[in-house]
């Protein structure tokens, strides 16, 4: 109870010292809100998105979750982007993932955690599709930092395939789309992958994305949905096989509507 105490001790301080330094500075932001950036980003603890990147209140609007992803199937996330692209029209949409974490090392390892293996899922593919290069890092440490990179770029890219991004681009409209990994130890931020704002850039982001790809099933026109991965690589290769055949048949049945 007395850490719970303490949060609304800060709150209180915290209120009084910006009010002391701008009488109105919470009276200016009441009436409305108009960030200039979407943050979506890890709901890890160590990665505050006002504090790691110099923001004040109503500059980010943002979204987290566990390991910074973009699920077109996450009503949550979609409404955030949404209502960010189409009411807020932000200029940016940005990415961070961090080093170090957990959700993203989750999916490299074979524990179950439960309901979160679910949604670690698409991360299972991300490891799986860049095999090759990531088994040519000899660094765990390495390796997982390389898989944290590699998770912003297909969240980057997830974006990219949203109507939401389409339609703003097709419109000739912002966001540009950025990816940043935040490094918990020197608490820098890299950018990884900046001002993605076309078709084009999606399409260079996407060959880069797939030119690793050697072991795992290549995405298939675009995507194939994630399946629920329940227990660790083999499994999720053995669904994936499975698709891959049902594909190579139907293509070989030769129906013709391709
Ligand atoms: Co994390």
């Known amino acids: 109870m007395e850490n719970f105490r303490r949060i609304i001790?800060?709150?209180?301080?915290?209120?009084?010292?910006?009010?002391?330094?701008?009488?109105?500075?919470?009276?200016?932001?009441?009436?409305?809100?108009?960030?200039?950036?979407?943050?979506?980003?890890?709901?890890?603890?160590?990665?505050?998105?006002?504090?790691?990147?110099?923001?004040?209140?109503?500059?980010l609007f943002v979204h987290r979750n566990i390991a910074n992803q973009v699920q077109p199937s996450d009503l949550n996330a979609m409404c955030v982007l949404q209502y960010a692209v189409e009411v807020l029209d932000v200029k940016h949409v940005i990415v961070t993932g961090h080093y170090g974490c957990g959700g993203v090392k989750a999916a490299m390892g074979t524990e179950s955690y439960g309901?979160?293996?679910?949604?670690?899922?698409?991360?299972?593919?991300?490891?799986?599709?860049?095999?090759?290069?990531?088994?040519?890092?000899?660094?765990?440490?390495?390796?997982f930092d390389r898989v944290v990179e590699l998770n912003v770029l297909e969240q980057i890219y997830h974006l990219t395939e949203t109507p939401i991004i389409q339609h703003a681009w097709a419109k000739g409209r912002?966001?540009?789309?950025?990816?940043?990994?935040?490094?918990?130890?020197?608490?820098?931020?890299?950018?990884?992958?900046?001002?993605?704002?076309?078709?084009e850039a999606a399409d260079a982001?996407?060959?880069?994305?797939?030119?690793?790809v050697p072991a795992g099933p290549p995405p298939i026109a675009g995507r194939i949905a994630a399946p629920p991965v329940l227990a660790g690589d083999e499994l999720a290769d053995a669904i994936a096989m499975r698709v891959l055949r049902q594909l190579e048949g139907a293509a070989a049945g030769g129906n013709g509507k391709r």
Not at 24 to 39: G, I, N, T, V, W
Not at 115 to 141: F, K, Q, T, Y
Request: glycine share 8%; aromatic share 8%; proline share 6%.
């Open 9 to 59: 001790q800060n709150n209180r301080a915290w209120a009084a010292a910006m009010v002391e330094h701008d009488p109105d500075y919470f009276e200016k932001r009441a009436s409305k809100q108009e960030p200039h950036f979407l943050y979506i980003g890890c709901a890890d603890s160590r990665v505050p998105s006002n504090q790691v990147t110099g923001t004040e209140p109503g500059e």
């Open 205 to 212: 982001l996407a060959a880069r994305r797939e030119s690793g």
């Open 115 to 143: 309901l979160v293996d679910h949604w670690l899922g698409p991360i299972r593919n991300v490891v799986r599709w860049n095999r090759s290069e990531l088994e040519a890092i000899a660094d765990p440490e390495a390796r």
């Open 174 to 199: 912002r966001p540009l789309l950025h990816g940043l990994v935040y490094d918990i130890h020197t608490g820098l931020l890299r950018e990884i992958a900046t001002g993605i704002d076309s078709q």
